[in-house]
T-cell receptor, first 112, second 114 residues
Framework: AQSVTQLDSQVPVFEEAPVELRCNYS??????LFWYVQYPNQGLQLLLK??????LVKGINGFEAEFNKSQTSFHLRKPSVHISDTAEYFC??????????FGTGTRLQVFP | DGGITQSPKYLFRKEGQNVTLSCEQN?????MYWYRQDPGQGLRLIYY???????QKGDIAEGYSVSREKKESFPLTVTSAQKNPTAFYLC?????????????FGDGTRLSIL
């Protein structure tokens, strides 16, 4: 069975600082990995996805993530955050079932 | 523009009452999903459907029911058997049973008990 762990429930950061949101997964088969963003009272929006190939994946809004198979991680990064990046971020994994398994989310709070 | 429409945005349920949440998509997707979101618990799968007239239970199906009579529509009924229905409900869709395809989400329905 697959599982996803988001190690930080909240990440506070000042505007224009870099940020990393951590995600680790477990799976006995090859996986597809996704990061979603959720703004207050809205649904989830896809930020980026890793399917195969290059381990560095670029997404929307300046975010990128690196797939590390040996460490079973898929951490999300942004070199300089904006106030508008304040939101909840979810990591998700798709393995050998037709379900998507979500982590519990990380709330990114950007301060001016 | 294609997308997923959930209605209503806010819904209130009285004790012993069944309520139905609407989900409609015009993305021509075969698969549709219902999730429940509670603070600090991420998304939990309630029901999903890969094709019309067929659906499967997710991880927390008790107290819920669904139907899939049309490809575009996947309504969720929260029955009186669901003792703690207060949550944010999200509907999603994807292109069939392909693990590499992301899910697309509606803007959710917030259900509260009166």
């Amino acid at each position: 069975a697959q599982s996803v762990t988001q190690l930080d429930s909240q990440v506070p950061v000042f505007e224009e600082a870099p940020v990393e949101l951590r995600c680790n997964y477990s799976s006995s088969v090859s996986v597809y990995l996704f990061w979603y963003v959720q703004y207050p009272n809205q649904g989830l929006q896809l930020l980026l996805k890793y399917l195969s190939g290059s381990t560095l994946v670029k997404g929307i809004n300046g975010f990128e993530a690196e797939f590390n198979k040996s460490q079973t991680s898929f951490h999300l990064r942004k070199p300089s955050v904006h106030i508008s990046d304040t939101a909840e971020y979810f990591c998700a994994v798709s393995g050998n079932t037709d379900k998507l398994i979500f982590g519990t989310g990380t709330r990114l709070q950007v301060f001016p | 523009d294609g997308g997923i429409t959930q209605s209503p945005k806010y819904l209130f349920r009285k004790e012993g009452q069944n309520v139905t949440l609407s989900c409609e998509q015009n993305l021509n997707h075969d698969a549709m999903y219902w999730y429940r979101q509670d603070p600090g618990q991420g998304l939990r799968l309630i029901y999903y459907s890969q094709i019309v007239n067929d659906f499967q239970k997710g991880d927390i199906a008790e107290g819920y029911s669904v139907s899939r009579e049309k490809k575009e529509s996947f309504p969720l009924t929260v029955t009186s058997a669901q003792k703690n229905p207060t949550a944010f409900y999200l509907c999603a869709s994807s292109i069939g049973r392909r693990r590499d395809q992301p899910q697309h989400f509606g803007d959710g329905t917030r259900l509260s008990i009166l």
